[in-house]
């Protein structure tokens, strides 16, 4: 289906998990129609059927969609082997029971740019849904229950209409089967830094047929979801790992991530260009917007974008800027290999100005010091807490 009577490359793939929706195929597609006919959106609909035995695949053919027959069974298996199928630079994943109008995707569409993901979200302001009590109280409490538990800022994690740019589902490996895998994706995607958006929706029942999600296995299977992705958020390469440790509802934790950002704020303070080397594991960058940030991992730097900061994605070994650059360098978290690597410091001693400024988070004590006097640096402060060198202010002396 086209919009606009033009052909060309196809900007979006509406994707239509079915099982026995025969009786929902020809309105669905009136409003898909419909929608093409008023609009420039070149799309096309891919259903992927899971063995229906009413017909449905037949009539979806006849109403002008690609059809694929799932090979695995469940859900979460549709959407994974369907995002391997898509044309689209742009997928929307929606249902085909007419709980979800196909005018929605207009809307969706026009804010494609703003988000790497977009949900139409029934639990934002304005968003609605019209549903039985149980029904409702539970998707809620669900909602709420994972929001909380996993740190997630969204409101309807389980909406399962929404867009996505084709890019950042490439870097997915889902491996849940069930409607669990709605929650899998957002965590997914999240921790490796897409940006995410709700927007509002009204959310109807089914008109025709019977839901394919039984109720209490359809809880259960997000109940048992959660251990997996709580996993997942606490890993260190979560694209907001320190951000949470920076907003952590636990005092210690956010005591000591605060207290090493303020502390390094005083040491580079009048510094008229700083490198940030671990620019995805600080928050040193919404405090200098004269930073350049670095660091070798993209979610990390993808995570950081919208600061408008100079972002590289780079080797620390290797750094792209000429001699005497910056005025300060600052190091958290590094890597247990980057920190005893010697050339790492020769390396940032080479971009920093005679008598730059180099503030370090963490580094063992005695061979890490010698490790940084031997690349020219003079160590001005430290604090040490259990035999770890904390925090660290050094010098590069100037050159002769």
Do not use: C
């Not at 790497?116 to 009590?133: K, N, P």
């Amino acid at each position: 289906m086209s919009g606009g009577g033009d052909s060309g490359p196809i900007d979006l793939t509406v994707v239509l998990p079915t099982r026995n929706e025969a009786g929902n195929l020809k309105a669905l597609f009136d409003g898909l129609k419909a929608l093409a006919a008023e609009s420039r959106i070149q799309f096309e609909v891919l259903v992927v059927d899971a063995g229906s035995h009413d017909g449905t695949a037949e009539i979806a053919a006849g109403l002008g969609a690609r059809v694929y027959s799932q090979q695995g069974s469940g859900y979460g298996a549709a959407l994974a082997e369907a995002f391997r199928e898509v044309s689209g630079r742009h997928v929307v994943t929606m249902d085909a029971d007419l709980s979800h109008s196909p005018f929605v995707i207009r809307d969706l569409y026009r804010r494609r740019l703003e988000a790497d993901v977009l949900i139409a979200s029934r639990y934002v302001r304005h968003g609605f849904s019209e549903t039985e009590a149980l029904r409702s109280w539970l998707s809620r409490v669900l909602n709420a229950v994972f929001r909380g538990v996993l740190d997630l800022p969204y409101r309807d994690l389980s909406s399962g209409y929404r867009l996505y740019r084709r890019e950042a589902l490439q870097e997915l490996a889902i491996t849940s089967r069930d409607f669990d895998v709605l929650i899998e994706i957002l965590v997914r995607l999240h921790n490796r830094g897409f940006r995410i958006v709700e927007i509002p929706f009204h959310y109807r029942p089914r008109r025709y047929g019977e839901s394919n999600a039984r109720l209490f296995r359809f809880a259960l299977s997000y109940l048992k979801t959660l251990g997996r992705m709580s996993r997942l958020r606490a890993s260190r390469d979560a694209a907001d790992y320190h951000d949470r440790g920076f907003f952590s509802r636990n005092p210690l934790r956010r005591a000591w991530h605060r207290g090493k950002y303020r502390w390094a704020m005083e040491r580079l303070e009048g510094a008229a260009r700083v490198l940030d080397l671990t620019a995805g594991s600080t928050r040193l960058l919404e405090g200098l917007p004269q930073a350049v940030g670095l660091d070798r991992s993209l979610p990390k730097l993808r995570y950081r974008q919208p600061l408008g900061r100079r972002l590289i994605r780079g080797e620390p070994r290797q750094l792209p800027f000429a001699d005497g650059t910056f005025d300060a360098a600052a190091a958290f978290d590094l890597e247990p290999e980057l920190e005893r690597d010697p050339g790492l410091w020769r390396e940032v001693a080479r971009v920093l100005k005679p008598g730059g400024r180099l503030v370090i988070g963490t580094l063992d004590v005695g061979e890490g010091e010698a490790r940084l006097e031997r690349a020219g640096f003079a160590i001005r402060e430290r604090a040490t807490l259990y035999g770890r060198m904390l925090l660290l202010s050094t010098e590069r002396p100037a050159r002769e």
